[in-house]
Each structure stands twice: as C-alpha cells, then as structure tokens.
C-alpha cells in the first residue's frame, strides 16, 4: 500500500489555465505538507496544514490554494499557471507529536507549463 | 534564509568507497534529518539526529552532529551502485513545524 500517493504523475498545461494535484496519505498523520522543487533540485515547502487547519504559508503566490478536506488529503490547487510553476511538486506528510518527526513524501507531480 | 547548504555539490566514487557529505544550517535546531532521493522519484528518509546527539549509526550509515559550528556529516561506508541517488539534510528549527531542506549533493557509483 503506498503511503503518500499524489496524482497526476505528469501535468503539461498551457499558461493560463487553472490545475489540480490531488495528495492522500494513509499513514494516520496530523501534518501534511506541499514542496515544490525546482529544476537545480532545490526543495522549498509551500505549505503545512495539521488536522485541516494551515499552519505554515510561506510567501506563496495567491494563485495557489492548498485545500483539505480531512487530515488524510491535502489538495493543491493553482490558477492562471505561469511558466515559472513548472517544477515537481511533492506532498508530504508526517505526525508531529510537538515536533516534526520524519516526512514521507509522495512520488512528485512533474508540472510543466507550456 | 535557507538552511542546509550541502558539500559538495556533486561527489563521484568507485563502488566500496566510502562516500562522506557535509551540511551546515544557520539557526538553532531541533533535529536534522537525511534524505535521499532517486532520479524521477520521491524523497526516502535516512536518519534522524536530534540537536542533544553527537553521532548516530543504521547500517551503513553514519550521520555526525556538531552543533557548535551547526554542521552535519553523512558517511556512507562500503558505497554501492543502488546508492546513486541526491542527498538532501533538512533541519527543523526551534519553531517547529517544517522541515527545510539543503540544495543537495548528487552521489555517484561507479561499479
């Protein structure tokens, strides 16, 4: 079973249009968490929500809206794409008992904007 | 400011040579974490070092912690060809909460 699963695996968008990535994790955790990972590999967390509620936005356009409808999926949602948000996109979840404890992460959504 | 710049950017060895990468993060820590990432593929975690540990062995692994000049080291022992992969630390700060990861080092090995 896999733990963290994100879908699609591959996204190719044209500019302007408006997209979805869905996350589901099965590990029973409070926190999950969406990275975006650019193209020198470098890892930047966009956000974090913990049971449902946001915790952590980190200067991200208003364009993309992360979404949770329960603690085991967290959705991410972008308008109007711009060529600068092709990049992976990685969910990510891990239980924070006061901490964070090891993330799992989700296999990447390849988003590329055309 | 990012935390976890990593050293060096890229390493290549020859399978059974050890294989040894270095972090260094700016701010106080609650723990740093390894991670290794294979082409194409999500993030695996390694290990786990908590900012009260000085070193910590699984398998063939061997992570370092010297809080004192906020640096980390990554031994991999005995490398083998299926350990090719990026290596990312990321450290949780005090705040909590996140994780933030360095640019990574790309190991190669060459059997």
């Known amino acids: 079973d896999t733990a963290v699963s994100q879908t699609p695996k591959y996204l190719v968008t044209q500019m302007g249009n408006d997209k979805s990535i869905k996350c589901e994790q099965n590990?029973?955790?409070?926190?999950m968490y969406w990275y975006k990972q650019d193209s020198k590999k470098f890892l930047k967390i966009m956000f974090s929500?913990?049971?449902?509620?946001?915790?952590i936005n980190e200067t991200v356009p208003n364009r993309f809206s992360p979404k949770s409808p329960d603690k085991a999926h967290l959705n991410l949602h972008i308008n109007s794409l711009e060529l600068g948000d092709s990049a992976v996109y990685f969910c990510?979840?891990?239980?924070?008992?006061?901490?964070?404890?090891?993330?799992?992460f989700g296999q990447g959504t390849r988003l590329t904007v055309v | 400011s990012q935390q976890g710049e990593e050293d060096p950017q890229a390493l290549s060895i020859q399978e059974g040579e050890n294989a040894t990468m270095n972090c260094s993060y700016k701010?106080?820590?609650?723990?740093l974490q390894w991670y290794r990432q294979n082409s194409g593929r999500g993030l695996v975690h390694l290990i786990l070092?908590?900012?009260?540990?000085r070193e910590k062995h699984s398998g063939r692994l061997r992570v370092t912690l010297d809080t004192s000049k906020k640096s980390s080291s990554l031994l991999i022992t005995a490398s083998r060809a299926a350990d090719t992969a990026s290596y990312f630390c990321?450290?949780?700060?005090?705040?909590?909460?996140?994780?933030?990861f360095g640019a990574g080092t790309i190991l190669r090995v060459k059997s």
């Open positions: 590990l029973g955790h409070d926190t």
């Open positions: 990510a979840s891990s239980q924070v008992p006061g901490g964070v404890t090891e993330a799992f």
């Open positions: 070092i908590r900012s009260n540990e």
């Open positions: 929500y913990n049971n449902k509620e946001l915790i």
């Open positions: 990321a450290t949780e700060g005090r705040g909590g909460n996140k994780l933030v």
């Open positions: 701010t106080s820590i609650n723990n």
